[in-house]
């Protein structure tokens, strides 16, 4: 009889736990038994792994082979323990080294041809694993770049169970060749302000979200730009933090996707409108994994054409919208990923999408206009800070004039009221408007001077006491733009006009020369 020990991790969302794979050789008729609640993919491990130590030129104990995940009462999935399991066999049975496995966490699939394959969530797993103390870690080699983005830990990719074996004997193992950098993008490729003609107020909105992280609602007709307006968001963002870029890369590793490095640009998400309530929110039979809401954490979440999402979809968009996380419950886990993203709502008027659109004739009946406008629910649209209505372009593009302000020229001015609101918060759990609480918004910063028209708008129904809080945030980032030290009353019209999705007050410096537009009724 012979006992070893190695050690692997258990993902349950983003909470990672240390496990000890336990492997007993005792006699009897040769088998493999495998306890600990492992899913279908982990129970399937005793064949890969088997297969792999026999194409590697080894032979599988003869014995009945026991293999213990512990702790015994958490669900265990996915197939990154298969180098784990392998490695404690071969300990027991006298092929390598016991003591090589202490403070040892292995990650890694296994063919049947004995290659170490990529799996998902190393990162998070050993950002977890650092917390725990473990300070040596084996990865699959195409992902020793994204194991490495971890302080702390000594990493080592292999590639095969023939290199595994060699570093648990003492051998040197070479290093992968790094990847080939990618070509740089040419210039004028990638999206820019400037694409966009006119539609100067729209501009301006989207500047006024992206200074202070504000939801936004762009409603009009299809073709007039908002869902180009809407894919340039991300250009003028801030790049991502260092803490922030490995809470993003972690959650993309989570979902399957490649980490080369980390990410600096705040990440976009727009799932299509037939995307189902599990690939926005999150979904999985017993462990959820992450959704859109999840992967657009820290940066963007559009949903273009947002009337057609299904209902029950667009209702999940409730909780997250305002705590920043989203919980999924499952029958065997109940997992907490974060979801602090910035939604986009881009939709047409009604079907046709030609209601309240000059000179166009709308073919849908009242009742399909409201009935279309009713599935973006009141409480969703009352949790968007600014609602933009953009109407058509009076002229052709084909004689445009010059273009307007690039990215580069926005995100200036857009850094710079980052820093402002960074300064002022800093000894609070907030670094932007849109973050702050309803509590220390009212009574610890400056009350915006001239409320009578907020007031005004209370007293008409037009604002609920989330939509002031929403105003009064708004109006700090329209401030913040401006360089001043507090709203004032022209910053507080200017954010009512922009919650209300009504026509800016006169007097704005516009960023393009465009004439004065007429809101037109339906």
Known sequence: MSLAQAHSIALVGLEATVVEIEVWLGPGLPRTVLVGLPDAALHESRDRCRAAVASAGLAWPSQIVTINLTPATLPKAGSHYDLGITAAVLAAAGVVPKDRLDQLVLLGELGLDAKVRPVRGVLPALLAARRQGVERAVVPAGQQDEASLVEGIDVVGVATLAELLALLRGQPVARPTPLPTAEPTPPGAAADLNDVIGLGEAKWALEVAAAGRHHL??????????????????????????????????????????????????????????????????????????????????????????????????????????????????????????????????????????????????????????????????????????????????????????????????????????????????????????EIAGAYLRSQLPAPQDVALVDEAVRAGRLSARGVDKVVKVAWSVADLAGADRPGPDHLRLALALRQGEPLPAGRPRPTAEPPRTRHAA
């Open 217 to 434: 609602y762009f409603h009009g007709p299809p073709g007039v730009g908002k869902t180009l307006l809407a894919r340039r968001l991300p250009t003028i963002l801030p790049p991502l933090a260092v803490s922030e870029a490995l809470e993003v890369a972690a959650i993309h590793s989570l979902a399957g996707e490649r980490v080369d490095g980390l990410p600096r640009q705040a990440p976009f998400a727009d799932p299509h409108h037939s995307a189902s309530l599990a690939s926005l929110a999150g979904g999985g039979p017993r462990i959820a994994r992450p959704g859109a809401v999840s992967l657009a954490h820290r940066g963007v979440l559009f949903l273009d054409e947002a009337a057609e999402f299904p209902t029950k979809a667009l209702e999940t968009l409730r909780t997250p919208l305002e705590a920043g996380e989203i919980v999924l419950g499952r029958s065997e886990a109940q997992v907490r990923y974060p979801a602090r993203f910035q939604l986009v709502l881009a939709a047409n008027p009604c079907p046709c999408g030609r209601a309240a659109t000059p000179g166009a004739a709308c073919s849908c009946s009242p009742m399909m206009i409201r009935r279309y406008a009713a599935r973006l629910s009141g409480p969703i649209l009352d949790r968007v800070d600014i609602h933009q209505h953009i109407l058509p372009q009076r002229q052709s593009l084909l004689r445009a004039g010059p273009p307007g302000e690039s990215s580069a020229q926005v995100l200036a001015r857009v850094v710079a009221a980052r820093d402002r609101q960074a300064r002022r918060l800093a000894d609070t759990p907030w670094s932007t408007n849109a």
